[in-house]
């Protein structure tokens, strides 16, 4: 399938290729064990120019395209999810800030390609995950600053920010109408990191709650305009959909790979697991859906980058994909029998990471409402 990408394309997914299995292979199962931020490895994608290799040469990146960070990402997650985890936060965050930000937030984005400075960004609240409008943390207008009060939960690189990008409502009403995005930058009084969560898989994510205590920030760290900011960030899921499908695919094709090698070596009543057609079609299996997985991310990617609406496309690619990988992992660790329900394969953590997939970036049961309610658009 080669054909289908550009000479560029097939550089990035070389160098994403040979940097995860030199470095990061290496060090993943250190990085689920320690629970800790590698920021080493995170520098070192950085230098290679990962961070910004779908952003435009005139904001600092690459020029490439969706599909190049799309590659880079399932290079990358193939040889640790967390990794792949961790790489789409500066992506997306300068993706962000390039659309949507003033001159001086601009200003962060040679830091976050060079890896010198971290983003995190905090929409969901303990009670405001898929309903984000139900979101309760206030800015209000206070003279020429806003007055930020709330908590965000599961705040990925929550411990290790420099600047956050906080979701709030400029007015106490309910809605979606009056939530605005504001730059935080970490040093600012009053915010309060909470204690690491003890998570699943996906360890050394630094992920937390931040709670905000009167925390003041000037009227031109809004970024993009007031109350609008509802809109931005379902435009932004579109992109970062997409790098999700791509770190599900990348753990996919390590738990088939893992699957078929330990078929092959395996031997039961005789002959290798692998003669047993049982296994075969589970092998089969997960070929067929990573192929398809691949096509509808990319399908989707090209028609972002031609500025096309991918709302629907974008669902079909994180909803497949991510379901499809969480069954292969299921099936990969299931070929691996006992041993792979031990942390002495891979195929154990591939199981815990990719469930995450599933959950955010919209769950995937929003995601089934989002695809419905535009076939419906399209039919009616
Ligand atoms: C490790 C981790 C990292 C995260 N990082 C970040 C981050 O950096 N920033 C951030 O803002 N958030 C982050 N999140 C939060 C994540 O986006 C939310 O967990 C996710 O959106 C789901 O919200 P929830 O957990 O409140 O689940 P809920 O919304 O409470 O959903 C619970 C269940 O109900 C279902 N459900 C809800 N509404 C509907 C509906 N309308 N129709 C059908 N089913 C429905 C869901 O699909 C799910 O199965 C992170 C979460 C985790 C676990």
């Keep these: 399938m080669d054909f289908f990408y550009t000479q560029e394309q097939k550089m990035v997914r070389e160098t994403a290729r040979k940097f995860a299995e030199s470095t990061i292979l290496p060090a993943a199962a250190g990085i689920d064990r320690d629970d800790r931020f590698p920021r080493e490895i995170y520098r070192g994608l950085a230098a290679l120019g990962l961070f910004g290799v779908s952003l435009s040469e005139q904001a600092g990146g690459s020029g490439l395209d969706t599909t190049a960070a799309c590659i880079a990402m399932e290079e990358i997650a193939r040889c640790s999810g967390a990794v792949g985890n961790m790489y789409a936060i500066p992506v997306e965050a300068a993706q962000l800030l390039h659309e949507h930000g003033n001159d001086s937030q601009r200003a962060w984005i040679p830091r976050i390609l060079d890896g010198s400075a971290i983003s995190a960004t905090g929409v969901t609240e303990s009670d405001a995950g898929s309903d984000v409008a139900g979101m309760r943390t206030t800015a209000l207008l206070d003279g020429d600053h806003y007055v930020i009060n709330g908590s965000k939960a599961w705040v990925t690189f929550g411990q290790v920010f420099d600047f956050m990008m906080v979701f709030a409502k400029t007015t106490r009403e309910p809605g979606h109408h009056n939530i605005s995005c504001f730059l935080v930058e970490a040093d600012r009084p009053g915010i309060v990191r909470g204690r690491n969560e003890e998570l699943l898989g996906m360890h050394g994510l630094e992920d937390c709650q931040v709670t905000f205590d009167n925390v003041r920030v000037p009227v031109h760290n809004r970024i993009g305009p007031e109350n609008r900011a509802f809109k931005m960030a379902m435009g932004n899921f579109n992109f970062s959909r997409l790098m999700m499908s791509s770190m599900a695919l990348g753990m996919a094709r390590a738990a088939f790979e893992d699957a078929h ?46 500025g096309q609406p991918i709302a629907k496309e974008a669902a079909h690619a994180k909803l497949f994909t991510t379901d499809m990988a969480m069954k292969h992992a299921s099936n990969a660790l299931q070929i691996h029998g006992g041993a792979g329900y031990s942390r002495h394969h891979r195929v154990e953590r591939i199981f815990r990471d990719v469930k995450l997939a599933q959950i955010y970036e919209g769950t995937n049961q929003i995601q089934r409402v989002i695809i419905a309610r535009q076939v419906d658009k399209e039919m009616s």
Excluded: P, T
């Design 261 to 306: 090698r330990y078929a092959k070596d395996r031997r039961q009543f005789g002959q290798a697991i692998f003669d047993f057609q049982a296994i075969q079609f589970m092998l089969a299996d997960m070929s067929m859906d990573i192929a398809a997985a691949r096509l509808l991310i990319h399908h989707a990617a090209r028609l972002f980058d031609a």
